[in-house]
């Protein structure tokens, strides 16, 4: 059936501010089904609170609206659009709750607005967990013994008749929000109350613990004519009790025969036809015992796209969030074309002849003293995703991807050595359980008790001790003498250069050396769906080490765009928002594009978003690789964060061009000595500051600055281990702990100007004019992190006088800086004085902010100007709009509830809203003045 013309305009729902659990694959899957929508003429609405990502910027809607996720806001939508159906199955759980409340008051029925991509009646049939169990009793889908509580007297009596060890879940919420393991019945009242609590109905389900069972997923596509294509098979590399979204997990699924497979995928078949007659995807999840039996047991269904959808599509080259909003408008699977391939149809299920493995990333060093102890609940921030030919290959490249400090799994020096620590953290998942397995099997550890107290399968932990085996074997040898044999599987099987080289006992340069020789030399292969049985058209790529390349480099002008990574608190879509931009500015300016990145959740890595995508970790053997093989013109490291400018002293070191802003000029803005030079030599004021390198030295330099002191280290993001410290004791205690966690890295200890207040300024220069992009003031005063401040674009009360200030320093330090592309500087202001506080010559979190706000594309402007092809006197910028966008920092505290919600000048917010307001009476301004203990001038 061709699709269903009556549909002219869609509205879709967006996820709203990023928080943990729900966070910017939702973006990714909304900004893949509007472009999927507008390919087929239809006009497409998008309503989302979130200025930091793509999805909100006008090249991907034609309509887009930055309000607030409520009800009034839909109204006022469909009081002034024409909707013909609303798509809520791409903004996660927020989007579908928000699509119930908007259906229970009658709103869609009064604007005549269908329902497309799912069914009222699934969504509640599939979050109401007592209805789910009632239904898949119905079609004979066994599940874990359960029962629903609405009271905390009826949990008790459930409790009683299962007994422990318990799992309490809540009803229609988001990242396992409200559920927890329970093994100690005096631990059951808290956890029990605290469900009931994070319901909005109120309502908890009790289920019989299947602590070791594994835990799989299937992702599914369904469309009007009653196809059924399972996209993808997951499997969690940790067990039940391990939310998903914290779990490593592999694709395809390793461990899994083919007839509990093909069983399998028959349940998830049989459920998402027994939810409801609708198009459009699903996440089915299952536990299965680990024995020969393996009995399968349901655990729950998600009629939507999920965390997992986006990283299926980046595993598979399936992009189910595109296919799914064609599914929705009428088109059936047969339909339509595989977008690998552009030559099969979309019914075909994508093969697999790779290992892709996904480890998430935690912040938990941004909440000291929380339980770290993984569960139910989810606490990561971001992921990565790695694809390799064999499932070890893939599992050092994630490793490599994690920017934790370590090479890869293991032939680091950084193994933990006491027994009981690892035996501990074996039986206690946290961040750092798979390098503490590893850490176990090279200690001798018996693989029974490492079973025991993981209960992860033991063809996963056989993989690992393989590793150790063939680490063991290299380092008998000296580099000179290593078999080319031996190089070879080590390379095969994910090692770095930087791993070998530590077993050998030499330099990495050595080991590069000596590969070459041995012409050892990565390769490049499709992401094709199909396992090569047909030529792909898309060049999506990952790298291995086999002697067929798939990569074909073309002559053209080049240009590489490093990304930023996995998000982390600090480092997020913001970067993603950034890069995509950029890319699209470069193809503008006639460049191929190649995009290098390992985040699956962004639109940066989507396959159609630049001219070559490399599925790589941004680390820089694979980077170096990737440039010597494509031979660009130049890098572009200023979008990527942190992550793509720690790589610029390397590029500049090998002669690779850095189109921008040079390396010189980075490392300048970073070494705060010499930048305070730059400061001094302009008569720019700035706090007074020294440089210790231990606990001695800062105590020393304490007498002469006074206190309060702001201590941090240098080259962080996000405020990392910034504290401001009032005496002695303090600074020698966070002194010494910056230096256990961080090694030798340099502190800086600067005079805090307490009470002053702080604003930003972001700027475009050309290496000799300058364009300020915006200002922003902070409602709190300095000493809370920029990223945790609310603030106002434009200032709201810093007077002529100090704005001016803003300006001239924001000129002088980029000319100054030669900078060229994009540069953020943020400033304390005490007695109408301007402060400099630092500079970053970079994109950062706030361009996007700014860009929404005033409906501009700087990154753009700015991509165009690194790249030479436009100069600052060329803009031609509208006049910028009345009243104010406030920034709003949006928090997850809730999955930290041991944790201090105390702010500082670490950053411990996981992502922001926009709101517009007109004047400074506006109610919702004064209240969060009043909230933040600031006085408002009048």
């Known amino acids: 059936m061709p699709k269903d013309n009556t549909i002219k305009s869609v509205l879709i729902i967006g996820s709203g501010p990023i928080v943990i659990g729900q966070a910017c694959e939702f973006d990714y899957a909304g900004s893949q089904a509007s472009r999927s929508l507008r390919e087929e003429g239809i006009e497409v609405t998008l309503i989302n609170s979130n200025p930091a990502t793509i999805m909100t910027d006008k090249v991907v809607a034609d309509n887009v609206y930055l309000l607030p996720l409520e009800t009034e806001s839909i109204v006022e939508i469909l009081e002034k659009h024409d909707i013909d159906a609303i798509l809520p199955t791409m903004g996660g759980q927020t989007a579908l709750n928000l699509a119930i409340k908007c259906d ?17 009646n699934a969504i509640e049939i599939t979050e109401n967990r007592e209805a789910f169990k009632n239904l898949m009793a119905e079609i004979d889908i066994p599940m874990a013994p359960q029962k629903s509580a609405k009271s905390f007297l009826e949990g008790k009596e459930i409790a009683q008749e299962f007994g422990f060890p318990l799992c309490v879940r809540s009803s229609f919420t988001l990242g396992g929000a ?16 605290n469900g009931l609590k994070k319901s909005p109905i109120h309502e908890v389900m009790i289920d019989k613990a299947l602590l070791g069972w594994k835990e799989f997923e299937l992702e599914l596509l369904r469309d009007a004519n009653d196809n059924v294509v399972i996209i993808c098979s997951i499997e969690n590399f940790d067990p039940m009790g391990v939310h998903t979204g914290d779990s490593i997990t592999v694709a395809p699924a390793m461990t899994l025969s083919d007839t509990t497979f093909q069983k399998m995928r028959d349940m998830a078949i049989k459920m998402m036809r027994s939810i409801g007659n609708f198009a459009g995807g699903c996440n089915v999840q299952f536990a299965v015992s680990p024995d020969e039996k393996e009995d399968i047991i349901a655990i729950e269904i998600n009629p939507r796209v999920s965390r997992s959808s986006a990283l299926a599509s980046k595993a598979t080259g399936y992009p189910i969030a595109k296919i799914a909003a064609k599914l929705a408008i009428g088109y059936h699977l047969d339909e339509l074309t595989n977008q690998i391939t552009k030559t099969t149809s979309a019914l075909f299920e994508p093969t697999l002849d790779y290992v892709i493995v996904k480890i998430p990333r935690w912040n938990f060093d941004k909440f000291s003293g929380t339980n770290r102890e993984l569960g139910l609940q989810m606490k990561s921030v971001g992921e990565v995703m790695a694809i390799g030919r064999s499932f070890q290959e893939a599992l050092q490249k994630a490793c490599q991807s994690l920017e934790i400090n370590r090479n890869g799994l293991g032939a680091d020096g950084r193994e933990v050595t006491n027994q009981n620590e690892i035996l501990h953290s074996l039986k206690h998942p946290s961040w750092n359980r798979l390098f503490h397995i590893y850490d176990a099997i090279k200690m001798g550890i018996p693989f029974k008790t490492i079973v025991e107290k993981t209960k992860i399968d033991i063809w996963f932990l056989k993989q690992i001790e393989d590793l150790i085996k063939l680490e063991n074997q290299i380092g008998t040898y000296e580099l000179k003498s290593l078999p080319k044999e031996l190089m070879f599987e080590a390379k095969q099987k994910g090692y770095a250069d930087r791993q070998i080289a530590h077993l050998l006992r030499c330099l990495e340069s050595e080991v590069h050396t000596k590969r070459e020789e041995f012409n050892i030399n990565r390769v490049y292969k499709l992401v094709d769906t199909c396992a ?5 058209q898309t060049p999506y790529y990952y790298s291995t080490f086999e002697y067929e390349n798939e990569s074909i480099v073309s002559d053209k002008k080049k240009v590489v765009v490093l990304g930023s990574g996995p998000n982390r608190i600090g480092q997020g879509i913001e970067f993603d928002y950034s890069c995509v931009h950029g890319i699209l500015a470069a193809k503008e300016c006639g460049y191929e594009t190649i995009m290098i990145n390992c985040n699956p959740e962004t639109v940066s890595t989507d396959f159609d978003t630049a001219d070559k995508l490399y599925f790589e970790p941004v680390f820089w053997e694979h980077i170096y690789d990737i440039i010597k093989h494509e031979k660009p013109d130049g890098v572009i490291v200023q979008l990527g964060g942190q992550t793509a400018l720690k790589l610029a002293e390397k590029l500049e070191r090998y002669g690779i061009k850095i189109f921008g802003t040079s390396y010189e000029a980075l490392d300048l803005a970073e070494d705060r000595g010499r930048f305070s030079k730059v400061l001094e030599d302009n008569d720019i004021p700035f706090p007074k500051y020294g440089i210790v390198e231990n606990a001695e030295q800062a105590l020393e330099l304490a007498e002469d600055l006074g206190f309060p002191l702001l201590v941090r280290p240098s080259y962080v993001l996000g405020g990392q281990k910034m504290k401001i410290v009032i005496n002695n004791d303090e600074l020698e205690h966070h002194v010494v702990d910056i230096l256990r966690e961080m090694g030798d890295n340099q502190i800086l200890l600067d005079h805090f100007l307490g009470g002053a207040i702080e604003a930003e300024a972001d700027a475009i220069c050309d290496g000799e004019n300058v364009y300020i992009i915006g200002v922003m003031q902070h409602i709190e005063p300095a000493g809370i992190h920029s990223g945790d401040s609310f603030a106002l674009l434009p200032p709201y009360n810093l007077g002529d006088f100090v704005m001016q200030q803003i300006i001239d320093i924001t000129t002088k330090i980029a000319v100054e800086l030669k900078t060229v592309g994009l540069m953020n ?16 010559p970079r994109a950062s979190r706030t361009v996007p902010f700014i860009a929404k706000a005033y409906d501009e594309p700087y990154v753009n402007y700015a991509t165009k100007v690194m790249l030479g092809e436009m100069k600052v006197t060329d803009f031609n910028f509208q006049p910028k709009k009345s009243g104010y966008a406030v920034k709003i920092p949006v928090f997850s505290y809730e999955k930290f509830p041991d944790v201090k919600k105390e ?3 670490e950053m411990k917010s996981t992502g922001e809203a926009i709101r517009f307001i007109k004047d400074l009476r506006d109610p919702f301004f004064r209240k969060i003045y009043s909230e933040r203990n600031m006085h408002l001038s009048k």
């Open 104 to 120: 229970e008051m009658g709103i869609w029925e009064e604007f005549n607005v269908d329902i497309i991509g799912v069914d009222i």
């Open 178 to 193: 409200g559920a927890a393991i329970v093994h100690d019945p005096a631990e059951f009242d808290n956890h029990l109350e």
């Open 532 to 536: 090569a049985e047909f030529e792909a």
């Open 825 to 840: 500087i943020q400033f304390a202001i005490k007695d109408d004085i301007v402060y400099v506080i630092e500079a970053n």
């Open 903 to 905: 702010l500082g000048p």
